[in-house]
T-cell receptor, first 111, second 115 residues
Framework: RKEVEQDPGPFNVPEGATVAFNCTYS??????FFWYRQDCRKEPKLLMS???SGNEDGRFTAQLNRASQYISLLIRDSKLSDSATYLC????????????FGSGTQLTVLP | DAGVIQSPRHEVTEMGQEVTLRCKPI?????LFWYRQTMMRGLELLIY????????DSGMPEDRFSAKMPNASFSTLKIQPSEPRDSAVYFC?????????????FGPGTRLTVT
């Protein structure tokens, strides 16, 4: 079983739609959680951290459920510029510096 | 400010040749990571350094792969001899130890093709 699992998609949604991505992780001792964004043929970049209480950054909302080992990302009022691959990321137990990346969920926002 | 710099951006080589990838981390960062990304396996950590010292190289696939960090501003990843299955995008990333911040800053990557 992979350490971090995501639905690869692709998700094709119209502009203005709300879309949600899910992610599960296998190591219950994982400590920190993130969503990274990767544009086509570019490097990954941090989108937002995910906190236990849930957190919001503009149109983006991240949630963490430690009991279910589940992370989610909600994008409201999606824009064409949101088209990218979204990577779910957790830190490895015993090494907060090591990140384990999911394989990514591809999103295309259509005009 | 300059981000993480990698060179070359593209490399095409023949099977059996030596390949050297280069990385300059963000100035002042004390962690450096090498990743490989393929469609089949996604983004995999190969090795990482802290203050120029290799900490974990368990992700290095074989003895054909080696990495060095002779100083705080330079690291190399070498493949010798290269094989077609090494074809991938290789990313270097750096980060700074800071409370509650684990953000890694990635370079643009080196797209390696081994024929």
């Amino acid at each position: 079983r992979k350490e971090v699992e995501q639905d690869p998609g692709p998700f094709n949604v119209p502009e203005g739609a709300t879309v949600a991505f899910n992610c599960t992780y296998s190591n219950s001792a994982s400590q920190s959680f993130f969503w990274y964004r990767q544009d086509c043929r570019k490097e990954p970049k941090l989108l937002m951290s995910v906190y236990s209480s849930g957190n919001e950054d503009g149109r983006f909302t991240a949630q963490l459920n430690r009991a279910s080992q589940y992370i989610s990302l909600l994008i409201r009022d999606s824009k064409l510029s949101d088209s990218a691959t979204y990577l779910c990321v957790v830190t490895r137990t015993g090494s907060a510096r090591q990140l384990t990346f999911g394989s990514g969920t591809q999103l295309t926002v259509l005009p | 400010d300059a981000g993480v710099i990698q060179s070359p951006r593209h490399e095409v080589t023949e099977m059996g040749q030596e390949v050297t990838l280069r990385c300059k981390p963000i100035s002042g960062h004390d962690y450096l990571f090498w990743y490989r990304q393929t469609m089949m396996r996604g983004l995999e950590l190969l090795i990482y350094f802290n203050n120029n010292v290799p900490i974990d190289d368990s992700g290095m696939p074989e003895d054909r792969f080696s990495a060095k960090m002779p100083n705080a501003s330079f690291s190399t990843l070498k493949i010798q001899p290269s094989e077609p299955r090494d074809s991938a995008v290789y990313f270097c990333a750096s980060s700074l130890v800071r409370a509650n911040s684990y953000e890694q800053y990635f370079g643009p990557g080196t797209r390696l093709t081994v024929t």
